[in-house]
């Protein structure tokens, strides 16, 4: 295997995530799940490549999760240890650096969500079913990973379960087999893709399209049989979404979209790759919903494609997911992006300014400001650089990255090439000052690209 291979440095925000020493390039994960009992049991192949040398490798698993075997290159058995949430594996042979790692975990368990700061992620049973919502940190409550933003590999999911429900996972559906009682989903997810945006979804769906027949980017939806009323209303304007997001944002970078709605409530819609997942109450009949629709679908470009290596650049994620909404809006015939843009200062005016949006620190990454705030930033960035070159810019900035991981260097960096004076004064109040900067006057600013 040529080529150099360093490992990602250790997140500050979550440091105990993520491990040294190795790059994952593919998972195989074989799962069998029985959704009465809330038992897993999964086989997991792990390739990767040695970035140094060292007597043992860890992965990051949740401690519900009790390992079995491990096996190291060539399935001989390695010693391991499984404590505080980190498998730690000892080959029987020294690996060179740059050399083949290929590790397979045996485990089983009872799978349910990590806990942290932000509550709990990861593997979450429903009222008949079972999702996966692992942002930031919940992937180790499913699988050994190396559970880290910018570690993006190649997954085969197969996915076992009770035969009347239906199971999804990230990719393309490669085939689907039933022997008895039990049906086996596989999957096979060949963009690279970060271990939280991983996903398996288990639930009494029914399948079906969206759109008038086929257009560039198949969209799917996985809904009960009692909301797909709601759902035929609330979600019509999909495909149109996607059309205006391909015009502003660059091509879609996955070869399909499935929204899934859950049969219950869900808190927030979540993004996985190349799926959202929506809970009941926000199929309510009369798309009350809407601006999360387009939140979600815009999360496969600024997200899933282009994923921040470190967590402290999440504004470059949830800010152009929300301004994707304002985009939305004036593409749709409600307010203009401008108008929602001074409307969400004036209320950010009346909120603490006491938080630094280009690293607002891990209890607060996800707080509603830094959506917004980033948002406007881009808002800004949009009056001063025009219409034409802001878009010019963003189609540069999804191409140029697309299925990589990205930092806030790089984008706006990118951005000095479209501007003919110097943003250093708009990145630093927007990004890495407390103050809520003024928005520029909108100077008859265009309701399009």
């Not at 893709?193 to 991983?198: E, I, N, R, T």
């Not at 830094?370 to 881009?378: D, H, I, P, S």
Request: proline residues 7%; hydrophobic residues 35%; aromatic residues 10%.
């Amino acid at each position: 295997m040529g080529g150099k291979f360093y490992d990602a440095p250790i997140d500050e925000y979550l440091p105990q995530n993520g491990n040294r020493g190795y790059r994952v390039s593919r998972y195989e994960l074989e799962l069998t799940y029985k959704v009465a009992a809330n038992r897993l049991a999964g086989r997991a192949e792990i390739t990767a490549v040695t970035t140094e040398v060292r007597p043992r490798f860890a992965f990051d698993l949740s401690q519900a999760l009790s390992v079995s075997k491990v096996l190291v290159n060539g399935g001989k058995v390695a010693k391991y240890t499984h404590q505080h949430g980190k498998l730690v594996v000892t080959p029987q042979q020294r690996i060179p650096a740059g050399g083949l790692l290929a590790v397979t975990v045996q485990y089983s368990g009872t799978p349910r969500p990590v806990r942290g700061p932000w509550g709990e992620v990861g593997w979450e049973e429903l009222t008949d079913g079972a999702l996966v919502a692992s942002q930031p940190n919940g992937a180790a409550s499913w699988f050994p990973c190396d559970d880290h933003p910018s570690s993006k590999s190649s997954y085969r999911i197969s996915i076992t379960t009770d035969t009347p429900y239906y199971a999804l996972a990230n990719g393309t559906l490669l085939r689907k087999q039933t022997k008895a009682s039990q049906t086996t989903w596989v999957y096979e997810q060949s963009e690279p893709m970060s271990s939280y945006l991983a996903t398996i979804q288990i639930g009494q769906y029914r399948k079906h399209r969206l759109g008038p027949g086929p257009g560039p980017v198949p969209m799917h939806a996985l809904v009960p049989a009692r909301l797909r009323g709601n759902f035929d209303h609330d979600f019509a304007r999909q495909p149109r979404m996607l059309e205006v997001f391909t015009e502003k944002f660059g091509p879609y970078p996955f070869e399909a979209y499935t929204v899934v709605v859950t049969d219950d409530d869900l808190e927030i819609p979540i993004e996985a790759q190349g799926i959202s997942i929506f809970g009941a109450n926000h199929c309510d009949g009369r798309r009350g919903a809407e601006r999360l629709v387009a939140h979600e679908l815009a999360h496969q470009w600024f997200g899933n494609s282009l994923t921040i290596r470190q967590w402290r650049d999440i504004w470059l994620h949830e800010g152009f997911a929300c301004y994707a909404e304002w985009i939305w809006s004036e593409e749709s015939g409600g307010p203009t992006a401008d108008q929602l843009a001074r409307a969400a200062r004036h209320n950010l005016a009346r909120q603490p300014q006491d938080i630094i949006v280009g690293d607002p620190g891990p209890t607060s990454m996800f707080d509603d400001r830094v959506y917004k705030r980033g948002a406007l930033c881009l808002h800004t960035l949009r009056l001063e650089l025009g219409d034409s070159a802001f878009f010019e810019l963003v189609r540069e900035w999804t191409v140029r990255y697309r299925h990589a991981s990205v930092t806030a260097e790089e984008f706006t960096d990118l951005a000095g090439h479209y501007s003919l004076v110097p943003l250093r004064s708009l990145w630093d109040s927007w990004l890495l000052a407390e103050p809520l900067p003024q928005l520029p006057p909108s100077g008859g600013m265009s309701t399009g690209a």
